[in-house]
């Protein structure tokens, strides 16, 4: 029993770190798909693409109920440890087109889907983040 | 041997002291088993997601070369040509992701690779590019820290023709299938489509083929006619700076355009898709906007090749060699008051009225416009109003007098599609459907006349004709470079009027006829104008008559007559660029203002049969 005991809590912890980053990789596949998504949105945007993208960003984040920080839309709640902005810039690969930036991060540590246990942060990321740029316009 | 063992067991049966080590170490085994699979599955959903989010994001931008890879001759340089995109694709999302994309023609519902190469067989009728679709494969490396190694995950993605036209529900956000739904019953890889084709291939995101024309109403400045350096340098001069352009600098504003979207990298931040059209600044920060956008033109160009291509010299006229502009001008010019662009201009309407600013479409920011153009109706704004005397232009003995011109809105440029409606009848915007249309400006000149022996002065506050210029048709070939093969541009003039008034009463009314609705066709041939074309009168085009006949109604006697002997010497040259008594004092300024009374240039600045518009 005593040795059970010992053990168990060995298990425990164990699938306490299984769990915890099978929600971090979820976390990060979700912020691939939203900054995928939000730079999509905004290329399609009829109106401002860069609001859009935001929007589409914070919706797609919605179910870690963390919120996200959408800067670029007034009125937006601040204080998430998310953040969801986009940004028109000059194409890396061509200066004289311009780009879609957007970048969709995590501040995890500060506010883990699930709580860490004491020493764990050791072994998981405390920033996760993903960049999607596509191209608004094309040169020959 | 075994007699020992068991011999054992039996000793030991009944304790129970290690047990829990030998259930944990079975346990623990399958616990860190299943551990390390979670991990290394994990990875393998995470690399899935991001090599799917790098074929969806390849689609999207690689679509909008599509068109252009027409440029190429022949298969392997189609290939090249977007292999070097997809460098492109990485390069912006820092991906080391591998990504291979497959030209695909799309033709009756199905998507195909042709036998031949998407380039062949062009079809018939030919309705389309020959290639017009594209299917993106991405495989996205990632490690397996258990399992050893590293899996690549693939994801795939397309662009292509909505499956049923633009806005079908078979496009945006909320139908993107990416591959997998599209493909997943299909023994071959997604896009592998047989000759015969398939109807499966998903698209992530879906274009629209939307040939554009960029043409204006008014004046036509941008021609290549180098004397006209001097009306530009008077422009500018005005009272926004120093300006000597050369002819040879002239010459390469007339030939070089530049794309909204260049404008706004070019603009280091001063303009977004968002405000590049409302963005109202004033003539000098354009000018360094329009240099900097040059400039990285420029930068594409052989510029040492011989003779000098024409938009090398462009920068130089730019620059503060010829042009120093001030920036203390307190009138600030927005694009949108210059150029309508896919119907959005300064007044607001339609979807966007809620916002209440004109905005961007995606397509519209490969709109082209001119530079030379731009700049003058830019100056011209600023400027607000240009006055000059015309006692020595008129040349009638006895008669002394002064013109006035105030510039409400200048010429104005129109970029976009044929749309619903094909008449400019039903005004610019129209009241219902689409239209690619643009409207003179409202210009009115005010001519005051002291004529000897007359008390008074004789005012005659001319408005000008309005005209409108809606593009009907737009034929373009399927050719190698999508050639256009000929454009109709449909225009009318309103009838101008004026009150003419002796001391501040009213002693007469001027009218000058209009013109009704015509069309004017466009060929290739003469597509952007050239000084031979507008030598020709084949682009630009006059709308309406070169010599209007003024009509004098009120009272009879001596004013009227003097008017009508008057004015019938004063009015040809406001319509016409020919040398006459008044072209060189007044004529410029008010061709220059957009003052064509009782007729209107049409020009055709351009067209882009390789235009798409991506759709949502």
Redesign the interface.
């Known amino acids: 029993m005593v ?2 005991a010992i ?1 168990v809590v060995l ?1 425990i912890a ?2 306490y ?2 769990i915890s ?2 929600l971090i ?1 979820a976390a ?2 979700t912020l ?2 939203a ?3 939000a ?3 905004g ?8 609001t859009t993208a935001e929007s ?1 960003a914070l919706t797609d984040v919605s179910w870690m109920d963390k919120g996200c920080n959408t800067p670029d839309i007034s009125g937006s709640a601040t204080g998430s440890p998310m953040t969801c902005k986009a940004t ?1 810039e ?10 879609l930036s957007v970048t969709v991060s995590y501040n995890y540590s500060s506010d883990p889907l699930f709580p860490e246990l004491p020493g764990l942060s050791i072994i998981t990321p405390s920033t996760m983040s993903s ?10 | 041997m075994i007699g020992r063992v068991w011999s054992w067991i039996r000793r030991h049966r009944d304790e129970e002291q290690g047990a829990v080590l030998i259930f944990t170490a079975i346990a623990m085994v399958a616990v860190l088993g299943a551990g390390a699979m979670g991990v290394d599955v994990g990875f393998t959903v995470y690399g899935s997601r991001e090599a799917q989010a790098m074929a969806d994001t390849a689609a999207a931008d690689i679509i909008q070369y599509i068109n252009n890879a027409d440029q190429e001759t022949s298969n392997p340089g189609v290939q090249s040509y977007l292999n070097t995109k997809l460098s492109g694709v990485l390069q912006d999302n820092n991906s080391n992701a591998k990504l291979t994309v497959t030209p695909m023609l799309y033709s009756g519902g199905v998507y195909t690779v042709p036998a031949g190469g998407c380039k062949l067989p062009i079809p018939t009728p030919p309705t389309y590019p020959a290639c017009n679709a594209v299917a993106i494969q991405a495989t996205q490396a990632v490690p397996q820290p258990f399992w050893g190694g590293f899996n690549n995950l693939a994801g795939k993605s397309g662009s292509g023709l909505p499956p049923t036209g633009s806005g079908s529900s078979g496009c945006g956000l909320t139908t993107v299938t990416g591959c997998g739904i599209g493909c997943n019953g299909m023994s071959t890889p997604c896009f592998d489509c047989p000759v015969g084709g398939c109807t499966t291939c998903p698209t992530t995101s879906c274009y629209t083929w939307l040939p554009q024309s960029t043409f204006s109403i008014g004046t036509y400045l941008a021609s290549f006619d180098s004397q006209q350096v001097a009306l530009l340098n008077d422009i500018f001069g005005n009272s926004l700076g120093t300006v000597g352009v050369t002819a040879v600098g002239y010459e390469g504003l007339a030939n070089t355009d530049v794309t909204l979207n260049q404008l706004i990298t070019a603009s280091g931040g001063l303009l977004t898709t968002d405000n590049v059209l409302t963005a109202s600044y004033s003539a000098a920060q354009w000018q360094a906007i329009w240099l900097a956008a040059v400039e990285n033109q420029e930068g594409s160009l052989n510029c040492g090749a011989a003779p000098t291509p024409l938009q090398c010299n462009a920068a130089t006229a730019l620059g503060p060699s010829e042009m120093t502009l001030t920036s203390s001008s307190t009138t600030n010019v927005a694009l949108c008051a210059l150029v309508v662009v896919n119907g959005e201009n300064c007044s607001v309407a339609g979807a966007d009225a809620a916002a209440n600013q004109p905005e961007i479409t995606y397509s519209g920011l490969d709109a082209s416009l001119n530079v030379l153009q731009m700049l003058t109706t830019e100056a011209e704004l600023a400027n607000g109003s240009s006055a000059v005397n015309v006692t020595s232009g008129l040349q009638i003995s006895g008669v002394t007098g002064t013109l006035t011109t105030d510039v409400v809105g200048p010429a104005q440029i129109a970029t976009g599609p044929v749309g619903s409606i094909t008449s400019p009848a039903t005004g610019c915007p129209p009241s219902s459907g689409t239209a690619t249309c643009a409207e003179t400006a409202q210009v009115s000149a005010d001519l005051s006349l002291s004529i000897l022996g007359v008390v008074g002065t004789v005012d005659i506050p001319l408005s000008a004709a309005d005209g409108i210029a809606t593009l009907t048709t737009m034929t373009c070939a399927n050719t190698v470079n999508g050639a256009i093969t000929s454009t109709k541009i449909t225009s009318e003039t309103t009838t101008a009027t004026a009150a003419v008034t002796l001391a501040g009463a009213a002693v007469a009314t001027l009218t000058l006829s209009g013109a009704s609705a015509s069309a004017q066709s466009y060929t290739a041939s003469v597509v952007p104008p050239t000084a031979s074309t507008a030598s020709a009168g084949t682009n630009p085009r006059q709308v309406g008559t070169d010599d209007p006949t003024p009509t004098i109604s009120g009272p009879t006697g001596l004013y009227t007559g003097l008017l009508s002997s008057l004015l019938g010497t004063w009015t040809p040259p406001l319509n016409t660029w020919t040398p006459g008594p008044l072209s060189d004092a007044i004529g410029p300024l008010l061709q220059a203002a957009g003052v064509t009374v009782g007729g209107a240039d049409v020009a055709d600045l351009g067209t882009d049969c390789d235009a798409i518009e991506i759709g949502s």
Not at chain 1, 43 to 50: D, G, Q
Not at chain 1, 90 to 99: A, M
């Open positions: 040795e059970f053990v298990l164990i699938l770190a299984i980053y099978g990789l990060q596949s691939t798909q900054a995928a998504d730079a999509r949105s290329l399609v945007a009829s109106s401002s693409a860069v589409q028109e000059q194409c890396p690969s061509n200066p004289s087109i311009e780009c960049t999607n740029v596509v191209q608004l316009g094309s040169v020959s």
